[in-house]
């Protein structure tokens, strides 16, 4: 079984930052791409960032491209999203995701190609 545990989200002033985490449990992560998501109230959840299995492929949501950064640690079995120069319009629910499949060449970024989730963290972001 995987469970995945975000943490490090919170209040901050626009501007700010915010350094998300995901700790995940089980022998596979390094098998596997990871992503982080975000769902705001009423809206669709969307793909933030994505990193492959080996660590050597990035991608991001055109939006979020040189504000959000994300990163893995194999060895720490986590995953992290550092956020930058924070919006209100940053405001969500932010999850961790593992990618269905493992070793794969591309980063997905449907969610639906994502089978294990975290349970979410809060980033509030004030004007």
């Known amino acids: 079984q995987v469970q995945l545990v975000e943490s490090g989200g919170g209040l901050v002033q626009a501007g700010g930052s915010l350094r998300l985490s995901c700790a995940a449990s089980?022998?596979?992560?390094?098998?596997?791409?990871m992503g982080w998501f975000r769902q705001a109230p009423g809206k669709e959840r969307e793909f933030v960032a994505g990193?492959?299995?080996?660590?050597?492929?990035?991608y991001y949501t055109d939006s979020l491209k040189g504000r959000f950064t994300i990163s893995r640690d194999g060895a720490k079995n986590s995953v992290y999203l550092q956020m930058n120069s924070l919006k209100p319009e940053d405001t969500a629910v932010y999850y961790c995701?593992?990618?269905?499949?493992?070793?794969?060449?591309?980063?997905?970024?449907?969610?639906?190609?994502?089978?294990?989730w975290g349970q979410g963290t809060q980033v509030t972001v004030s004007s």
């Open positions: 995701a593992r990618d269905r499949y493992e070793r794969r060449l591309v980063v997905p970024t449907d969610r639906y190609e994502y089978d294990y």
């Open positions: 089980g022998r596979t992560f390094s098998s596997y791409a």
């Open positions: 990193v492959s299995w080996r660590g050597l492929r990035t």
